[in-house]
């Protein structure tokens, strides 16, 4: 049997690796930072104020730059999976306000695309076709790896997480693009505090506030190759201050035992 992804992650989280990926202290050059970001997604990014908000505002912070010189835009579709957004359209210059490449492409898939061979097909064949466009502009693709369900959905099952990091980590790399391992994220502040509640109570779906701060702490790291550790935002005030401690560490950590694979 093929070793499973957060097995490999897990492992390396437990031997405390040495290897310094993300650099906490020293800014990257602006030229090699990514300024114009689309989220293409569903109702994963846009609950809670919207993923892409809380990481241009942690982007604000961490690289020490106006609000104006990040200039994020999410598209989402309710319970949409890839396949159903033109991203051909998005990329055109002024069909969605921009007249310049975006520097990133964040795609997220359905909540279910790895739980059945017809899903796991359907989104490697969209994340192919919008990879060859993205990467034509000259922009890098990013895989936004989904988190699992909470033990109260109808569809949880315990391998739920390894489904979903295997599907995300072969398209990343069958595609070339950069793995934000979200998923793995969840799955890691979950283990280290099995009482913590990431997910919306009344579905055991959506992410909470402290799920999507979590998320983008990740998102953060994954783009910007610095960790989320010190940073002072809070969603004003929304996330506890030890919460914000222990989400942003977890989210460091996910994000190096990733890379350092």
Partial sequence: MIPRTRA?????????????????D????????????LFVGNSYFYYNNSLHNHVRR????GLGVPLGDLDYRS?????????????????TPGAIGYDTPFDVVVLQGHSA???????????????????????ATGAQVALYMT?????????????????IA????????????????????????????????????YDDSHPNVNGSYLAAATVYATLYGKSP??????????VEPEMRVFLQEVAADTVEALQAR
């Fill in 58 to 61: 942690m982007a604000v912070e």
């Fill in 8 to 24: 490999i992650i897990i492992a390396a989280l437990a031997a405390m690796l040495p290897v310094q990926v993300l650099a906490q």
């Fill in 113 to 135: 695309a790895a739980l059945s061979e017809r899903r796991a097909d359907a989104f490697n064949e969209a994340v192919s076709a919008a990879s060859e466009q993205i990467e």
């Fill in 166 to 201: 295997d599907l995300y980590t072969a398209a990343g790399e069958a595609a070339g693009a950069v793995v934000i391992p979200v998923g793995l994220a969840f799955a890691e502040a979950q283990r280290r505090d099995p009482d913590l509640v990431l997910h919306q109570t």
């Fill in 75 to 91: 598209i989402t579709i309710s319970g949409g999976s890839l396949a159903h957004h033109p991203i051909a359209h998005y990329l």
């Fill in 147 to 163: 988190h699992a369900y909470g033990d109260g959905h109808k569809d949880f099952a315990a391998d739920n997480t390894d489904q």
């Fill in 229 to 238: 550790q010190g940073l002072e935002y809070d969603y004003y005030g929304a």
């Fill in 26 to 37: 020293a800014p990257r050059q602006q030229d090699d930072s990514p300024r114009q970001v």
